[in-house]
């Protein structure tokens, strides 16, 4: 069972940037989708960006052009770059993992592994 701990979230005002970063428990091999899910106050979760193991991005449009994700295979590590932020990005990121093929995975609606979360705070 992978487990995934979250860090870097924080507060910055509007246009600032924040990057997250997630360890696996363990490397990451084989058939998988991993990547970022967001949840805002009263809304739903939804993906943000995700990596399938053929090393395909899938970045959701309402961050494209100002979110980009990376992974370090020798760290174990995810990580969100997050630039031009806006108020409306506001939410708890959480990083998550699954071991299924997808050719788009920041829509993959079964992610089986979770990490606690981090917090991200965007003021105007």
């Known amino acids: 069972q992978v487990e995934l701990r979250e860090s870097g979230g924080g507060s910055v005002q509007a246009g600032g940037s924040l990057r997250l970063s997630c360890v696996a428990s363990?490397?990451?091999?084989?058939?998988?989708?991993m990547g970022w899910f967001r949840q805002a106050p009263g809304k739903e979760r939804e993906g943000v960006a995700a990596?399938?193991?053929?090393?395909?991005?899938s970045v959701a449009s309402s961050v494209k052009g100002r979110f980009s994700i990376s992974k370090d295979n020798a760290k174990n590590t995810l990580y969100l770059q997050m630039d031009s932020l806006k108020p409306e990005d506001t939410g708890m990121y959480y990083c998550?993992?699954?071991?299924?093929?997808?050719?788009?995975?920041?829509?993959?609606?079964?992610?089986?592994?979770w990490g606690q979360g981090t917090q991200v705070t965007v003021s105007s």
């Open positions: 990596f399938d193991s053929d090393r395909t991005t």
């Open positions: 998550v993992f699954a071991n299924t093929y997808d050719t788009w995975c920041v829509d993959h609606p079964s992610y089986t592994n």
């Open positions: 363990e490397y990451i091999a084989g058939t998988y989708c």
